[in-house]
T-cell receptor
Framework: AQKITQTQPGMFVQEKEAVTLDCTYD???????LFWYKQPSSGEMIFLIY??????QNATEGRYSLNFQKARKSANLVISASQLGDSAMYFC???????????????FGKGTKLSVKP | DTEVTQTPKHLVMGMTNKKSLKCEQH?????MYWYKQKAKKPPELMFV???????INESVPSRFSPECPNSSLLNLHLHALQPEDSALYLC????????????????FGPGTRLLVL
């Protein structure tokens, strides 16, 4: 069965510091994608970053980077230089092939609530 | 700005009402999704449309009825809902349900907050 685990229900970080949000996954699909989404209190799910299972390099998007360790099945999100606007719920998600265990659906972790302190 | 729009932003309805949620995307995507999200929980998939055909129904009660009039529009018709159906309803779209890589990325709308009294 496919599964995403986020072990940090809540985290605090000081403004301008870096923070790492943990995500581990389990799948038997050889081809899969890993995603991070941000959900502020307004409710919208904002796509942040994508990592493919065959990608050789870690994905980066501005202040976001994904620390992909395939052997450990981890896909941690690193946010550099935290800003007050980064306070939100962060979800890690995985998608396998349409013909695999997930039927191509996104599987979400339970989320980590990040609070940035001024 | 998101390219997936949803209306209304908020909806209050009684258990005997009929209402509809609307979703529109302008990215040329061919897969569209409805999710239900309760407070402090991850989104739960309800329906998937691929090329305007319903491809996945995650055992959703018949009081929820999806419709995809064309490749840009997705509706969710609501009838005889229960208070436990109160939630945030999110619409999303992706290039194609089968295309791999970044084509799998789902882009979400701002959601509709539904309260059933």
């Amino acid at each position: 069965a496919q599964k995403i685990t986020q072990t940090q229900p809540g985290m605090f970080v000081q403004e301008k510091e870096a923070v790492t949000l943990d995500c581990t996954y389990d799948t038997s699909d050889p081809s899969y994608g890993l995603f991070w989404y941000k959900q502020p209190s307004s409710g919208e799910m904002i796509f942040l970053i994508y990592q493919g299972s065959y990608d050789q390099q870690n994905a980066t998007e501005g202040r976001y980077s994904l620390n992909f360790q395939k052997a450990r099945k981890s896909a941690n999100l690193v946010i550099s230089a935290s800003q007050l606007g980064d306070s939100a719920m962060y979800f890690c998600a995985m998608r396998g092939t349409p013909y695999g265990g997930s039927q191509g659906n996104l599987i979400f972790g339970k989320g980590t609530k990040l609070s940035v302190k001024p | 700005d998101t390219e997936v729009t949803q209306t209304p932003k908020h909806l209050v309805m009684g258990m005997t009402n009929k209402k509809s949620l609307k979703c529109e995307q302008h990215m040329g995507h061919r897969a569209m999704y409805w999710y239900k999200q309760k407070a402090k929980k991850p989104p739960e998939l309800m329906f998937v449309y691929s090329y305007e055909k319903l491809s996945i129904n995650e055992s959703v009660p018949s009081r929820f009825s999806p419709e995809c009039p064309n490749s840009s529009l997705l509706n969710l018709h609501l009838h005889a809902l229960q208070p436990e159906d109160s939630a945030l309803y999110l619409c999303a779209s992706s290039q194609d349900q089968s295309r791999g890589g970044q084509g799998w990325t789902q882009y979400f709308g701002p959601g509709t907050r539904l309260l059933v009294l």
